[in-house]
C-alpha cells in the first residue's frame, strides 16, 4: 500500500524517525516543522493522511485541524501527543481527526493504524452496496414469510462463521478479524480501526469486565496508569455505544463497571 503522507511536529528528531519508519514501509512523506508550513504545504495539494503534534509554537495541532478542515473535510488526520496533553487529543478527535498516538509510538503499531485507516477510506463503496442490497433482500423475504417461517429466513442471514481464528462471535456480534468489520444482528456496523480493537477487546473478554489498563494495553498498545487509561479509554468507549447501541445514554450491551472499566452484557 502507498500513500501521500504529511508529518507536523516542531520535533526535528520524531519528525525524521516518524519519516524514516513510514517511507520505510512503502509510504510518500513530507514533513513540516510548524502549523503555518504545513498550511502552505496543504494550499497546493492534498494528502492521503496527516500526522499532526499538538503542542507546536505559534499556529497549534487544533488550529491547523481546524484550517485543514476548510480545505480537506475528508482528509483522516492522526493527532500525536504527550500524556500530558491526552484531554486535547480527545477534543481533536471530537473536532474530526481520526485518531490520536501518544509519543512515543511503536512503529508497527503506526505503519498497522495507517494501513488501517488508510485501507477503510478505499474499500470499495460496492460492497458497502452489496450489504446493504442483501439486507433489504432479507427484509422484504420476510414480509412474505409465513408465521414461524420468519426465524428461518433469518437464519440464512445470520450463519455463523467457522474459523475461530478470523471471526469472533458473541451473541448479536461477530466480527471479522481479517476484515476488520463489525456486523450486529447481520447488520454491518462501520467502525474505526482503534474502536474497532476496542470492540474485539471487549468482545473477547465478555461477558468479564475489562479494567482501563487492560483495554489501552490490548487495543492501544499503551502502557498507562489507571487515571490515564481512564481518559483514553472514556472517548473509545462512548463512540461504541453510539455505534451499537439504541441508545447510547441508557446501554443495554456496553455497561460501566464502576471504578474498574466495562463489561459486554451478552
Not at 35 to 64: K, N, S
Not at 81 to 110: F, M, N, Q, W
Not at 129 to 158: C, R, T, W, Y
Amino acid at each position: 500500500m502507498s500513500a501521500t503522507i504529511l508529518i507536523v511536529d516542531d520535533e526535528e528528531n520524531l519528525r525524521l524517525t516518524l519519516s524514516r519508519v513510514l517511507t520505510k514501509a512503502g509510504f510518500t512523506v513530507t514533513t513540516a516543522a510548524s502549523g503555518e508550513e504545513a498550511l502552505r504545504l496543504l494550499q497546493a495539494g492534498a494528502y492521503e493522511l496527516a500526522f499532526i503534534d499538538l503542542m507546536m509554537p505559534g499556529m497549534g495541532g487544533l488550529a491547523l485541524l481546524g484550517e485543514l478542515r476548510k480545505f480537506y473535510p475528508d482528509m483522516p488526520v492522526l493527532i500525536l501527543t504527550a500524556h500530558a496533553t491526552l484531554d486535547s487529543a480527545i477534543e481533536a478527535v471530537r473536532a474530526g481527526a481520526r485518531d490520536y498516538l501518544v509519543k512515543p509510538a511503536d512503529p508497527d503499531r503506526i505503519i498497522a493504524r495507517v494501513r488501517d485507516i488508510l485501507k477503510e477510506r478505499t474499500q470499495p463503496q460496492r460492497q458497502r452496496e452489496i450489504l446493504s442490497q442483501i439486507q433489504s433482500l432479507v427484509s422484504e423475504l420476510n414480509q412474505f414469510s409465513q408465521p414461524g417461517e420468519e426465524q428461518k429466513v433469518n437464519a440464512l442471514n445470520m450463519l455463523p462463521p467457522t474459523d475461530p481464528a478470523r471471526f469472533l462471535q458473541r451473541g448479536p456480534f461477530s466480527l471479522d478479524l481479517h476484515a476488520r468489520h463489525l456486523m450486529q444482528d447481520g447488520t454491518y456496523v462501520p467502525l474505526s480501526p482503534a474502536n474497532f480493537d476496542y470492540m474485539v477487546t471487549l468482545v473477547r473478554h465478555a461477558p468479564n469486565p475489562v479494567t482501563y489498563e487492560v483495554f489501552v494495553r490490548e487495543a492501544q498498545g499503551y502502557e498507562m496508569t489507571r487515571a490515564e487509561a481512564r481518559e483514553m479509554a472514556r472517548w473509545r468507549i462512548h463512540e461504541l455505544r453510539k455505534a451499537i447501541e439504541e441508545d447510547s445514554k441508557n446501554p443495554r450491551y456496553i455497561i460501566t463497571v464502576r471504578g474498574t472499566g466495562y463489561r459486554l452484557a451478552i
